[in-house]
């Protein structure tokens, strides 16, 4: 099964060829322009990886990504960003973002992070698959 990414970003010459170049690589990418239709799609469809812009008119990729975990905590989300803002990096990551990337982000890179978080989403699913297993069969909480 293909890796599901969304990319959230408010330029779209950035967008479509970013979107075409993950596509040829294999992933199943969607595509949102603000911060409002990521947070329609997240909910309506369920994502391995969010690649978000940080800085967005409307709502910000920081106010984004907080919704975003709101709705589904076990979407590993990769900030981008074209400024290097260490604080803003350091705030995310602990905040839960799984990855903290500054573009122009090389393809060969970026499509690594992407195939380490959905490899870390799909472990995190499996464990607590297995808690689940375990309560049901009234095994320790």
Known sequence: MKTKVLLVDDEEGY???????????????????????ALE???????D????DVMMPGTGGIETFKQIRNIDFLVHVIMLTGYAEVETAIEEIRSGAFDYLVKPV????????IRFAHHHKTL???????????MDRGGAH
């Open 124 to 134: 995190q699913e499996k464990r607590l698959r297995d808690k689940m297993d375990g």
């Open 15 to 37: 967008v479509q060829p970013l979107s075409e170049r993950l596509t040829a690589r294999g992933f199943d990418v969607s595509v949102a322009y603000n911060g409002e239709s």
């Open 49 to 52: 990886v969010v690649l978000l």
């Open 106 to 113: 090389q393809i060969d890179h970026l499509e690594e992070r």
């Open 41 to 47: 799609l997240v909910e309506r469809q369920n994502f």
